[in-house]
Every structure is written in C-alpha cells, then in structure tokens.
C-alpha cells in the first residue's frame, strides 16, 4: 500500500525540475550570491579593533536584539561573529519566503488549477504530488545550505571558517525546510491557494515576532519560534548545531502530519470550514471598487491585524531600550547624540524604516491583484460591461493608495501605545505619527511602480517585489554593513529624511511624490493602450 | 464481463448529498453515455471512479477491482479527459503529451501519438499558455488515445472543440470500440451520445433514474400521433397511456407512452383510420422528459447557491 501512495513521485519530482528549473535556480543563486556577497564585503569593513567592539557595543542595545537576534561572541566581535549575527535571521526569512511560494506553487496551486486532478486520473500516488514536492523542496534547502556553506568558506576571511560557514548554511536549509513543512500542512487545511500563503505568511511573522519579544525578555519565547530556534546555533562562536536538528525534527512532524490530512481529504477539500455566503450581493460589492475590496477582504483584515501587532511588538522594546541607555553612560558617549534628542529617539527612525518597508507589502499585493484577476481571465468580465480600463485599474489603485496609510497609520498606533506603556519618558504621539507618515511618498513610489510595471510592462510585474526585496536589503542591513550612499540611493527609502533625527524636508517629500504620480499616470496610459492577456 | 460496477454509492460533501445510491454497469467493449443535467453528479460519479475523491458510502469497482484501494494499478488501464483542461503554462503540448504517457507507464504504439496530433491538427511545439480552449482539449485527447487503454473515461471530452475536430473524436472513439476497448462517455451534445452510445445511463439529483439502450428508452417515451377517423374518435382521453389530447380540424393530436401503444392502436382503428401520423420521439423529448421531471427544483437551487 505505501508503495503505492508514492508511485510516480520520482518522476513528478523531475516534472517540478522542469517545470521551475529558471526560479529555482534564481532562488538558489540570489541566497548563495547575498550570503556571499555579505561575506566578502566584510574584508573591507570595520578595519580596527576598536571600531570592531564600537559595534559589538551598539549590538548589546535592545532594539538590535529585537531587530537581529542576541549578540553572541561580542567579546570578541571578529567577522564570523558578525555575519551570522547580522545576516542569518534575515537570510532565513527569505529561504522560508522561498518555501512557502514553491511549496504553495506545486500543492494547493495546482490542485485549485485542476492540474493534480489530471495527474491524478493516471498511475500515479495519493500522495505523490506532496511527496514529489518536498523531495524537491529537500534537496533545493539542501542545496542553499552546502552552497551558501562552502562558498562562505571559500571567500576566505580567518573567522569565517568551514565548520561555521557549514552550519550557518545547514541553519537557513533547516528554517527553510520548517517553512516547507508549515506550508505543507496550509496546503491541506486550506481550501485556497491564496488562503495558504496568508496562513504560512502569518507563521512566519508572528514567528519573527515572537523571537523578537522572546530575544528581548524571556529566552523561552524565542525557543518556540522556529527563527528563535535557528540563532540558537551561534555559528561561527560556539557551533551548536542542536538548533537545526531540532528545526529538522519538527519539520518532519509538520511533514508526516501533512501526508496524513492529505489522505483523510478528498481532492480540492480543505479542512478549514468554508461558510456559505450572501445569496445576493452587497450595494457596495455592485462596483468594480466593491470588488477589489471585497476579492481582498481577508488580506486586509490579517494584514490590519499584523501590522498592529508587529507596532506593539517594536514599541514594547522601546522601554527596555531606554533603561539600557541610562544604564550606559558609556555608550551615549561613544555614539554622541544630539543633546535634543534622545538615543531612543534615534532608533525610532530606524524602526520606521523597517516598519515602512513592511506596510509597502499589503498595498502592492492589493496593487498587483488586477494583475491577478487579468492572468486568471477575470478582467475581461469586467472590461466587456460598462467599465473602462481607467475604472478597472483606479478602483485597485485607490484601495492601494488607502491600504497604505492604513497599514503605516495602523502600525504607528501600536507603536506608539505600547511604547507609552513602558517608558518612563513617553514620545509625543505626533512627532512618531510624522516620523510614520513621511514614508509615504516613498510608499507611493513603491505602488506607482507597480502601475507603471501593470500597464506597461506587465510580464515583468512581478519585479516590483524584487525591487522591494532589494530596497530591504539595502535599507535593513546597508547602515550596518555600511553600503555606499548610492547603492540606497536606488530606492525610494534612501531619500526619505530621517525623522526625528533629520530635518522634515517639504521638497524632498515633494519630489518623491512627483515621482509617483508620473509613474502612475504612465501606467494609466499604458494600461488603457494594451491588450488584455486572458 | 463487468467493466465498471457501482452498487449504492453514495458521496455526500457536508450535509450535500452530491451522489445517492448510484448503480451504475458498463460492460466489456461497449460505449456508454452518461448524461444528465448540470449539478447531476455526473462529475463527482467519475471522479469517485477515478479514485480522486472517496466515497461516502457504497462499492465502486473496475476491472472487478476496488477504485479507491488499487487506484494506482487501474490507472495504467485508464485513460481520462476532463472537460476543462488546465496544463502547465510554461510547458509545451508535445511535453505535456509525453509527460501523461510516460506517467501511465506507456509508450505509444509506433506513430500512434504522431498520427494523433497530425489528426487533431494540434500544433505540439506551442506553450500550453498560448493554447486556445480547445487546443489545450486536444492536448488531452491526444494523450489519452496515444497510450493504450482498456478504459476511456471521457468527461465532457469536446467542450470546445470545433465540429471537423468533434468529428475525428467520433472516429478515435469508434476506433477503440473496434479494439474491444470500454468507453464511459458523458456528455451534454446528444447527437454525439446518440451516434457513439449502446447504452446510456441518467442521473438526476444524484440518483440514476434511467439505463439501457436507446431502443429500451425510446420505448419508455411518448410518440405523437395524429389520427383521421371515419367516426368520431371516443374514450380516447380515458385510455391509459394517452395525453394531451386535442383536436385539429377534423383530426385529433395526442401524445402515446410507448408501452400503451398497442392498446391505443387497437382502440383507435375501431372509428375507421383515415390517415395516421406518428413522429418518433426524438432523442431530445427523450432527454428533455427526464432532466425536466419532478427533481427539476434542486437544479434550480443548486444554480442559485453556486456562485
Ligand atoms: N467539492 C464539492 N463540495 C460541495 N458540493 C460539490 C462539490 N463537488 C460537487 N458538488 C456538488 O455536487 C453536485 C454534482 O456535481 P457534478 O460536478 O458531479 O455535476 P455534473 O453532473 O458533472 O454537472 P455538469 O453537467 O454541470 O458538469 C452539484 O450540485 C455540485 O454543486
Ligand atoms: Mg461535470
């Protein structure tokens, strides 16, 4: 019986390969190339020692904590400990975003598509399709693990050895093979392939989450979250490599547990209740602007939901943060802040960053929807009644447009509540709001390229998110790894003016949304020009 | 021999009862055409066939064996076509062909595939993105005739097909009838029941209402006559098996169920038949009697909660 609950699964393994052989080596590549690339540029980083243990101090703060993991090794902050303190939790973000996308792609996908129906009706396995699916997924996190492992070593920096570099690629193989696991249990609770990816998506922040809570206050916390778990390793210091045997095993149980729902169900079924709905449909669900809201409302609700989450979880940092300032009357001289302001005042700005960044993720999903609709065939009811192209494409515009200062007003709140909670010296409400809402010009580029990539070039819509990925990149790690000013440059983020710490400049501010709105109304343009693929 | 047996079976999705007691026989080497309205189950029957979903309650077997138990060793003596056929977009029809082959363990005999393509017209060096609806069916069609089947089970196989194609479907599956090979066909297009089938079978509601040779049914039917007589025609609205009477200058219409025919006939000729017409039903009253019937409500609901 088990044979035959896996037949075929070699050969479906091969068709994925096939199937996918330019993403997944695009995958492959980028994680290998960023790891290092990192590396390498570390050679010529932070020259001296003293510089080094400047930096091994500003990592002790809270807020690094939160946004990195716990220091390790900082007694003696050479470049192993570095890399893995600074790079691994970003890096296993990506393998797990990796995972969930391919995992989803290959599982509910399909199965939504009719395609697993058609392998299905041939001599193939129940449970081939998820068997095939994580022998690959196996073998590509193993695949990110031994390259990124043996490339580190090679880039040939003393503390970056061999032992470390191996277990620093086995920790993203491991997390990313968690996230494999998670995805595939989605798969079979779920009955949508967009339910999925919100499911898995929401594992994994409020995993990132939970480590940041649990770095910052109880070390329990952060033992649960699979991204906790995997800095444990303290690669390049100590070497544990319990942390990846443990992420392994829990993989597996997630695994084994996805292969028993997937053969309690039938195909197409999910195990997450589907309620009937309203027999007619809703005034406002009559416009195509109804419709976008109402194809999304779940997204937006979860989104809404996270986005005041992760403001309470940064805000609640704040007042560890500040009792670690006046703790440290040494590090306020090593850092030599403005006297107006305080140290805590500057992280906020580096939060900001952050949390911008995040919030720019629901708006371009709303965004990028229309494209959704157009690749699905879906547009064309639209397009084929009273409604013209400019209609279609302004109704998910304005709710891309609205989306973001929910989310950005919606984390800042949290931020701000929370923070004023546990500080002793709380931060005016407005001068956090303003250090918020200037992003949103930059924001608004973010979406006026996604319009732009829509109506103009919409086979390459997708980039929009490696543009994001990119801009993260440089934003995230570019102040600790000190990337060139023209490197940030290439982002809209890098232009925004640091408040508090900088001055709020109307000009630049101006500029940026200048920018936007040609984009947009390039868009516009283009879109009404095209043809609509279906 | 039994080719595909069904006894009682039963698939109900939550409280919906998709499927109730379905009994359903198709014998060695012969075409049967499975038809019913939308919502029916004619579906979820063949994907319970195909092991795809599970029933709820009741017995399926092909080849004499279990379909849910040896799914995997049927399905290299079935081929399957689907009504809405999605392939892998990024991928070629030829490779997509090649690919369902050689996933059912086949290779196709000699230039069958390359026959196949060449009369289907398929152009197999196309992305399955680019294909037209019914190019991406062809595609299908085409691997299920290329491997060697003992089974065909064809869901709506020429949605989307133009008639030339429909036609050279009609001669692949008039082909493997020669062969000896068992053909389970459902379909809306009833002259391509009516041209292929030796049996059909029913469904309405979840529930077989109907199964035999299209004689067998076309018996169960009602013919129309109209009838001249000499006399005044009487009693006629009071003999079993008579309805719809009416009169038409001089001549009287009615509707005859098939069984009552001889009676009826012996009733009339004692006026004097002057003149006696009788139109066959077609295979539309046919069809058109039993998805009507007293069941038609649950189509009707069935449209409105699906949205
Ligand atoms: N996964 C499911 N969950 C709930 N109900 C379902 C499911 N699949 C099918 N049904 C219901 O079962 C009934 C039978 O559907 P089926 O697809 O078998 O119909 P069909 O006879 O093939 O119709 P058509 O001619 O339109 O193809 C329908 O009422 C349908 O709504
Ligand atoms: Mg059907």
Excluded at chain 1, 115 to 125: A, D, F, N, Q, Y
Excluded at chain 1, 235 to 264: K, Q
Excluded at chain 1, 272 to 283: D, E, I, T
Excluded at chain 1, 316 to 325: H, I, K, P, R
Aim: glycine share 10%; hydrophobic share 50%.
């Amino acid at each position: 019986m088990a044979e035959r609950l896996f037949s075929g699964t070699g050969r479906l393994s091969r068709l994925f390969i096939r199937r996918d052989r330019l993403r997944l080596s695009i995958w492959i590549t980028a994680i290998v190339l960023l790891n290092v690339s990192t590396a390498a540029s570390f050679t010529g980083l932070y020259m001296s020692e003293e510089e080094k243990q400047a930096m091994a101090g500003t990592m002790e703060n809270p807020a690094m904590t939160a946004m990195l993991g716990p220091g390790y090794g900082l007694e003696n902050y050479h470049e192993g400990a570095m890399m893995a303190h600074q790079m691994l939790l970003f890096m296993a973000v990506v393998t797990a975003i990796m995972n969930i996308l391919l995992v989803v792609r290959h599982t509910r996908a399909d199965e939504e598509e009719g395609r697993v129906e058609l392998i299905r009706s041939l001599p193939v396995g129940r449970l081939s399709t998820l068997a095939s699916t994580l022998v690959v997924m196996t073998v590509v996190n193993t695949a990110v693990a031994l390259l990124t492992g043996v490339g580190l070593a090679v880039v040939g920096i003393e503390s970056i050895d061999f032992a470390g570099s191996l277990l620093f690629g086995a920790a993203l193989g491991a997390a990313g093979l968690f996230f494999a696991g998670v995805t595939a249990l989605f798969a079979q609770l779920s009955e949508s392939s967009r339910g999925t990816v919100g499911l898995s998506f929401a594992v994994l922040g409020g995993a990132y989450i939970l480590r940041a809570i649990g770095d910052v206050s109880s070390e329990g916390l952060s033992l649960v979250s699979p991204l906790g778990l995997i800095l444990r390793t303290e690669a390049y210091v100590n070497n544990y490599w319990w942390p990846v045997f443990v992420t392994i095993g829990i993989a597996g149980v997630l695994l084994v547990l996805a292969f028993y729902l997937n053969l309690r169900r039938d195909l197409e079924a999910g195990f997450l209740p589907s309620r009937p709905g309203k027999k007619q449909a809703s005034a406002f669900l009559k416009s195509p602007f109804g419709l976008s809201v109402r194809l999304q409302r779940t997204a937006l609700i979860s989104w809404a939901v996270g986005m005041v989450v992760l403001g309470v979880s940064y805000g609640s940092v704040l007042g560890d943060l500040e009792a670690f300032f006046e703790a440290s009357e040494m590090m306020r001289e090593i850092l030599a802040p403005d006297a107006a302001l305080s140290l805590t005042e500057q992280y906020l700005t580096m939060l900001m960053a952050v949390i911008a960044m995040i919030c720019t993720v629901p708006p371009l999903m709303m965004m990028l929807k229309l494209k959704g609709e157009e690749k699905k065939g879906r547009i064309d009811h639209l397009l084929t009644r009273v409604v013209s192209r400019g209609r279609t494409m302004g109704s998910y515009f304005l709710l891309a447009m609205i989306t973001s200062a929910l989310m950005l007003f919606l984390a800042v709140s949290g931020l701000w509540a929370a923070a004023a909670g546990v500080m002793d010296d709380p931060m005016a409400f407005s001068m956090v709001f303003e250090a918020a809402m200037v992003y949103l010009p930059a924001v608004w580029i973010m979406i006026g390229a996604a319009v732009f990539l829509i109506g103009v070039l919409p086979k390459f819509s997708g980039f929009i998110w490696a543009y994001l990925g990119y801009t993260f990149l440089v934003v995230y790690l570019g102040e600790l790894l000190q990337f060139p000013e023209w490197l940030k440059n290439l982002s809209p983020f890098g232009y925004v003016p640091q408040v508090p710490v900088e001055e709020l400049s109307f000009t630049v501010l101006a500029v940026l949304t200048l920018v936007a709105a040609v984009l947009v109304i390039a868009g516009f343009t283009g879109y009404r020009r095209r043809d609509i693929a279906g | 021999m039994k080719v595909i047996e069904t006894n009682g079976l039963t698939k109900r999705f939550g409280k919906f009862t998709a499927l109730n007691g379905v009994n359903l026989n198709v014998e060695q080497g012969e075409v049967y055409g499975f038809i019913g309205p939308n919502g029916a189950g004619k579906s979820t029957t063949i994907r319970v066939l195909l092991g795809i979903l599970k029933a709820t309650e009741g017995k399926a077997s092909i080849f004499g064996q279990d379909v849910w138990k040896n799914a995997v060793e049927l399905h290299k003596r079935i081929a399957y076509v689907p009504g809405d056929v999605n392939l892998w977009p990024n991928l070629t029809g030829g490779e997509v062909i090649d690919l369902m082959l050689s996933l059912r363990g086949k290779k196709a005999a000699g230039n069958r595939r390359e026959e196949l393509i060449e009369r289907f017209k398929l152009d197999p060096s196309k992305k399955c993105r680019t294909y037209s609806k019914g190019n991406r069916q062809k595609v299908a069609l085409v691997s299920a005739f290329a491997g060697e089947a003992d089974l065909f089970i064809l869901d709506e196989p020429t949605s989307g097909l133009d008639p030339l194609m429909e036609r050279v479907f009609q001669e692949c599956v008039a082909e493997v009838k020669a062969e000896g090979k068992t053909v389970l066909l459902s379909s809306h297009i009833l002259s391509e029941v009516e041209r292929l089938c030796d049996r059909v079978g029913i469904i309405r509601g979840g529930e077989m209402i109907e199964s035999g040779t299209l004689d067998d049914l076309r018996h169960l039917t009602r013919t129309s006559m109209l009838v001249k007589t000499k006399e005044p025609l009487e009693g006629l609205k009071d003999l079993p098996g008579v309805h719809d009477v009416k009169q038409e200058d001089g001549a009287v219409s009615f509707q005859a169920d098939g069984e009552k025919m001889d009676g009826i006939i012996r009733h009339v000729s004692r006026f004097g038949v002057v003149k006696l017409e009788s139109a066959p039903p077609t295979l539309e009253d046919l069809f058109m009697r039993h998805y009507e019937g007293t069941g038609g409500e649950e189509a009707d609901t069935d449209g409105r909660t699906t949205v």
